[in-house]
């Protein structure tokens, strides 16, 4: 069958044009890919939460996890300034992040606070009952990543967040010292986490 002198031509451009929508194709592919590749992602989004940025100058330490009993129960750091001095604590401002590994409720993390407090200095019956309810008010029942962060506001008290939302303070000096003490006075009843905590940090 004879073929028309027109026909191939065509065909060529055809497949010319299959070919650079193709073309097109795989570098609107190829640029997305890129940009996936490529977008930044800021190494320092963290300090950008609200919990810590209010204070200006903290890093934090390094995560330090807390077993009980062979459980994981969460990963403790600070954010603190430079000169902090960890046996002056209640004088300066920082925070403390808990994130968690395990399901507890609020109302269990308030009742073990007050025990634990009770080991670092003596508080009176009214006190205990009342920072008590304060933190079953303020503390959720949590599961693993949620995050709890107390920050210590110098002769004010202490202020809480939760996954980056601020739920509360106990306006009380006599409660931040006691609270902070769980994990920073040497009568911690974790003095080996205590320990790994302050590491490198200044007495």
Not at 18 to 41: C, D, E, K, S, Y
Not at 152 to 172: I, Q
Request: proline share 7%; net charge positive; charged share 20%.
């Amino acid at each position: 069958m004879p073929i028309h002198p027109n026909s191939h031509v065509a065909m060529t451009d055809r497949v010319q044009r299959i070919r650079l929508r193709w073309l097109l194709i795989a570098g609107l592919f190829g640029t997305v890919q890129a940009q996936a590749q490529t977008a930044p992602v800021s190494p320092n989004a963290e300090y950008t939460r609200p919990e810590v940025a209010a204070l200006q100058g903290v890093v934090p330490t390094p995560p330090i996890r807390l077993r009980v009993w062979g459980f994981e129960v969460y990963d403790a750091r600070l954010w603190t300034r430079l000169g902090f001095r960890h046996t002056q604590y209640p004088q300066h401002p920082f925070a403390l992040e808990l994130q968690y590994l395990r399901r507890l409720e609020g109302s269990a993390i308030a009742s073990r606070s007050i025990d634990e407090m009770r080991r670092i200095g003596s508080l009176t019956e009214a006190q205990a009952q009342g920072w008590q309810a304060a933190m079953r008010a303020l503390f959720p029942n949590v599961g693993p990543d949620d995050r709890i962060t107390g920050v210590n506001l110098p002769g004010v008290g202490a202020e809480f967040w939760v996954n980056g939302l601020r739920v509360g303070a106990v306006n009380d000096a006599a409660f931040a010292r006691l609270f902070f003490g769980i994990w920073l006075d040497e009568r911690t009843s974790e003095p080996k986490m205590r320990i790994q905590l302050l590491q490198g940090l200044q007495p």
